[in-house]
């Protein structure tokens, strides 16, 4: 199984950006996905998460600018980010609790590779 994260980059203070992650390889269901980032210095910290039912939680710091979903048939995972601050820089991660076809009764957690969103003007 691998998680794939797409988007990130450089941007000004209140601008957006879209982050996408795809899982591929031996799934049998995806539990909830989420996103996490890390800046430097600091632990890494929930940004977003949805279940597979959709119901969606956030951090508080993120309320009312970033929008998680999710495209089940694509095993995928979005963060739409809005207004974006420079203590928003960090690198995010995909987050996908997976069940295998192997181990279908049991869910692992995987991990994007993670990638860079920098806010600066």
């Known amino acids: 199984v691998q998680l794939q994260a797409y988007g990130g980059g450089l941007v000004q203070p209140g601008g957006s950006l879209n982050l996408s992650c795809a899982a591929s390889?031996?799934?049998?269901?995806?539990?909830?996905m989420g996103w996490y980032r890390q800046a430097p210095g600091k632990q890494r910290e929930l940004v977003a998460a949805?279940?597979?039912?959709?119901?969606?939680n956030y951090a508080d710091s993120v309320k009312g600018r970033f929008t998680i979903s999710r495209d089940n048939a694509k095993n995928t995972v979005y963060l739409q980010m809005n207004s974006l601050k420079p203590d928003d820089t960090a690198v995010h991660y995909c987050?996908?609790?997976?069940?295998?076809?192997?181990?279908?009764?049991?869910?692992?957690?995987?991990w994007g590779q993670g990638t860079q969103v920098t806010v600066s003007s």
């Open positions: 987050n996908a609790e997976i069940r295998t076809k192997t181990t279908p009764w049991r869910g692992f957690d995987y």
């Open positions: 390889g031996n799934i049998f269901k995806i539990n909830a």
């Open positions: 949805i279940t597979s039912g959709g119901s969606t």
